[in-house]
């Protein structure tokens, strides 16, 4: 039988109606392409809603053929119960901050230096929008999507697909022929002002809690468990670059973009092309003037290296690709009146004052409390208690006090008096050497203090705890039940022998208690970098716990380090290095770490999977000026052969790479008898081992 669309859908057959819902889908998707993509449609409302009720009586009819890229995913599926874990294949990165042209040009020079380029090098850039939304990554497979996944940690996300289904932006099956097989797209879900608005309008209408602004509006949407409730949210996605396991012949970043236009996704259309700073700049300043105008929210404007083989290059340090900057637009401001300053105690018992003040709406948030950072911020601005004092929103996030306005202020105000005891604790305030903050002696004894290392210890990026939240930590702090965090870890013990176990209390029954008992005993086997982590030591955040996991291996040998063993690893500053020892030498912070070796089982560093190269697991040393590459790529091309980069010679190298102009290094390699590479000598090899 020959199948029109006139033709009943009772009258097929099941193999006729999987031929059916492969061309409806494929039809459907052609037109939403044209219509929400280009606004360019072809058809009429009617013969488009003509398709979709046809692909709709036909799933019906047969509820077990529905496709993975089936239209009737834009309306919803059924609620899932929690979002799954999603692992990035390459991690999601962030974006490093500028905040004027100065620090543009320092990116620049950056690059330069890194990749050995002379002044009058050109390194053309493309300059996007910086959508304020939230970004995902969606996968598809031979053109249909499979997978979408929140950015999380940059690691890790979470499992939004029926969603991201709903978002008429995002393609169901690709546009086109030749798209790679399997292809990960990223980008940018947002919500348009003028859908922000009407949102509002009819969740005020419904007695409903308006949302703050767009983004937040975008997130809650999002992340709603049902999807049918994301399906009723007028969200939006903007793609900006994507990721292939094979099959790309693009060689730039606006070849990338072009061909998301090409395979049915929405690109921004405010993105240019920028042979070199001045332009980079010019086009800032446009969008900064335009940004009113726009129908999305934007905060600034990211500059990306157009080259893709250079972004291979430059890679990244740390979270940030080398590539990649974000200039930030110059924050929004307003006046309110500061009723209080609240002195807060934080992890490390430093004390920060708090502004509170009468809500004022700043950029689209409605602001109540901002950071007066130190006792010398405020002297130093001379901010008081009933001042009128301008608020603005840094990098459109965190709020802070500009300053008073003294033409406003009341004749009878007074200096504002820093604590000399802590406020929580009446401990003794101290002000160490060289340092501005001051900082309460309570540690564990201090609740602020203790609930907060608490907290941090139990994070995600740490030991990951569920089911011990800030709450519970704190009920459980004044119970006298958690006071450290080895107590964490002796609390089942303690709870078996206990008059009134934790089942018995209020908000807890037997299969929560359980619940967080098998939690705890799940995260007795922890990494060492997520051990560092958690110890929470000042400057220490999840990158440089990783740095000094990989350089140490064992908790024991981390444990030993001195400053001068420190200063050998990239990215390790001499206060960071002294806030280290210090902190693993304090009696108190060795009594811990001692309690917890007893209950954990600390892993040893494993190494990430790397090339496999002649240099892996060897130390290498480089000395003197490199004249076809820079220092820092070189170390990076090191390090992605599996070497550990040190910064002196001793008898631990295994290869000292020499450039011109080598001096004490080379001659103590020389009488250490350690293998000396030149420059021509190490570019053969790598160039060699990467082939």
């Known amino acids: 039988m020959q199948i029109t669309q006139n033709t009943s859908t009772q009258a097929l057959t099941k193999g006729q109606a999987t031929t059916e819902l492969e061309r409806l889908a494929k039809e459907i998707a052609y037109h939403d392409y044209r219509y929400y993509t280009l606004a360019e449609p072809t058809i009429s409302d009617e013969a488009y809603d003509a398709l979709r009720l046809r692909n709709q009586e036909l799933e019906k009819l047969f509820p077990d053929l529905r496709r993975i890229d089936s239209p009737s995913h834009r309306v919803g599926s059924p609620p899932a119960p929690e979002f799954e874990k999603v692992k990035h294949r390459r991690p999601m990165l962030s974006l490093d901050n500028a905040f004027s042209e100065q620090d543009v040009y320092d990116f620049v020079t950056r690059i330069r230096r890194f990749l050995k380029f002379s002044e009058n090098q050109k390194i053309p850039f493309v300059a996007e929008p910086k959508i304020d939304g939230l970004s995902a990554s969606l996968h598809y497979q031979k053109g249909q999507f499979v997978l979408g996944a929140t950015r999380g940690d940059g690691q890790e996300g979470e499992n939004i697909t029926a969603n991201l289904k ?113 332009h980079l700049i010019a086009h800032y300043n446009h969008l900064q003037m335009l940004r009113s105008s726009l129908d999305y929210e934007i905060d600034g404007v990211v500059y990306k290296v157009n080259d893709l083989k250079l972004q291979q290059r430059l890679g990244s340090i740390g979270r940030s690709p080398r590539h990649s900057l974000a200039h930030k637009f110059a924050a929004e401001q307003a006046e309110t009146i500061l009723t209080n300053i609240d002195v807060q105690v934080g992890r490390t018992g430093v004390l920060t004052p708090v502004a509170i003040l ?214 390790i500053g001499l206060n960071m290095a002294s806030d280290l020892v210090n902190f693993i030498q304090t009696p108190e912070q060795i009594e811990l770490i001692t309690s917890l070796k007893k209950q954990l089982s600390i892993q040893p560093y494993f190494e990430e999977a790397f090339r496999k190269s002649l240099f892996t697991g060897k130390t290498i040393v480089f000395t003197g000026t490199l004249t076809s590459i820079s220092r820092g790529e070189a170390k990076a091309q090191a390090e992605r052969m599996g070497a550990k980069v040190g910064g002196s010679v001793s008898s631990k190298t295994d290869y000292l790479i020499a450039g011109s102009d080598a001096g004490g290094k080379l001659k103590i390699a020389k009488e250490l008898g350690v293998e000396i590479l030149d420059e021509t000598q190490w570019l053969k090899i790598i160039h060699e081992e990467s082939n």
Not at 193 to 212: C, H, M, V, W, Y
Not at 222 to 238: H, V, Y
Not at 451 to 479: P, T
């Open 166 to 278: 709903t978002i008429r932006d995002i393609p169901l099956l690709l546009q086109g022929t030749n798209f790679p097989e399997n292809l990960e797209v990223r980008g940018e879900v947002y919500m348009g002002r003028s859908d922000f608005e009407t949102l509002n309008q009819k969740r005020i209408a419904n007695g409903e809690q308006p949302f703050a602004n767009p983004r937040n509006a975008a997130a809650g949407s999002l992340r709603q468990l049902d999807p049918t409730i994301t399906a009723q949210r007028p969200l939006k996605f903007f793609a900006y670059t994507y990721d292939a396991l094979s099959g790309s012949h693009d060689q730039t970043h606006m070849d990338i973009l072009n061909s998301l236009k090409k395979w049915g996704f929405s690109v921004n259309p405010e993105i240019e092309y920028c042979e070199d700073i001045s």
């Open 358 to 571: 009468e809500p004022v709406l700043v950029g689209g948030v409605m602001v109540s409390r901002a950071t007066l950072h130190n006792e010398d911020e405020i002297k130093r601005k001379d901010i008081r208690i009933g001042d009128v004092v301008i608020i603005q929103r840094a990098g459109d996030v965190i709020p802070q006090v500009v300053g008073p306005v003294l033409i406003k202020r009341r004749s009878q105000s007074t200096p504002f008096v820093f604590p000399n005891q802590c406020p929580i604790c009446s401990s003794p305030v101290i002000q160490e050497d060289g340092l501005v903050a001051k900082r309460c002696l309570g540690g564990f004894n201090c609740e602020a203090q203790a609930i907060e290392k608490l907290r941090y210890f139990v994070s995600r990026d740490a030991f990951d705890i569920e089911g011990l939240g800030e709450k519970h930590l704190e009920n459980f702090y004044k119970e006298g039940l958690i006071h450290t965090p080895v107590d964490i870890f002796t609390l089942f013990e303690r709870d078996q022998q206990s008059l009134t176990p934790l089942r018995t209390k209020e908000g807890w029954g037997s299969l929560s208690a359980r619940n967080l008992f098998e939690a705890i005993e799940k995260r007795r086997n922890i990494s060492l970098d997520r051990f560092i982590y958690a110890l929470g030591i000042p400057q220490i955040g999840q990158v440089t716990a990783k740095l000094l996991a990989k350089h140490y291996k064992t908790l024991d040998a981390f444990l030993l380090a001195t400053t001068e063993d420190l200063l050998e690893i990239e990215g």
